[in-house]
C-alpha cells in the first residue's frame, strides 16, 4: 500500500446533495476518467415492532475508523485501477431519507469503477466500527444497528 495522507471521512449530520454534485463537477476537468460509480447510504424509515425509525445517530470511534476507512481506500486502489476515490460517513443524527454514507469512485473504465465502488462498501459495511442508533417517534423504543 503507498503511504498516502489519510482523508477525513466523517460529516457532522446528513451528506448534503449539494455535496454530491460537487463533487461530480469537480471532476469534469480529469479527462483521463471515462466513469464513475457512485454509491449512496440513506436512512430507511424502517418499521420495527409497530414503530417507524425517525431518524439514526451515528457514532464510531473516530480515530480507528479513519485509519480503517483508509486502509480499505488504500487496498481498493492497490486492487483497481481507480483514478479517484472519494468516501464521506455522518456522524450524529441523520433523519430517514437524508444521506449518511457517500462512495464515489472514478476510472478510466466503467467496469472497473463498479466493482472498486462495491468492494469499498462492502469492507466499509464488514469492517468499520461505525454505529447507529435507531431513534423512533416513541423515544424509549430504541435499537441499536451497524452503520
Not at 409497530?50 to 451515528?58: E, L, P, R, S, T
Not at 476507512?69 to 433523519?95: N, P, W
Not at 466503467?110 to 435507531?134: D, M, Q, S, T, W
Request: charged fraction near 25%.
Amino acid at each position: 500500500m503507498s503511504e498516502k495522507k489519510p482523508k477525513k471521512v466523517f460529516m457532522d449530520g446528513p451528506i448534503p446533495p449539494e455535496k454530491i454534485a460537487k463533487s461530480i463537477a469537480n471532476h469534469q476537468s480529469k479527462t483521463n476518467i471515462g466513469a464513475h460509480s457512485i454509491f449512496l447510504g440513506q436512512v430507511r424509515a424502517d418499521e420495527i415492532d409497530g414503530n417507524i425509525v425517525q431518524a439514526i445517530d451515528y457514532t464510531a470511534y473516530e480515530e480507528m475508523a479513519e485509519k480503517v476507512f483508509h486502509e480499505i481506500r488504500e487496498s481498493a486502489f492497490d486492487q483497481f485501477d481507480m483514478t479517484c476515490c472519494h468516501i464521506y460517513h455522518s456522524l450524529g443524527q441523520v433523519k430517514s431519507g437524508e444521506l449518511c454514507l457517500f462512495v464515489f469512485t472514478s476510472s478510466a473504465h466503467r467496469k472497473i469503477a463498479i466493482e472498486a465502488c462495491n468492494y469499498l462498501v462492502e469492507e466499509i459495511k464488514a469492517k468499520v466500527p461505525v454505529f447507529g442508533k435507531e431513534i423512533f417517534e416513541d423515544e424509549t423504543h430504541q435499537w441499536k444497528v451497524n452503520q
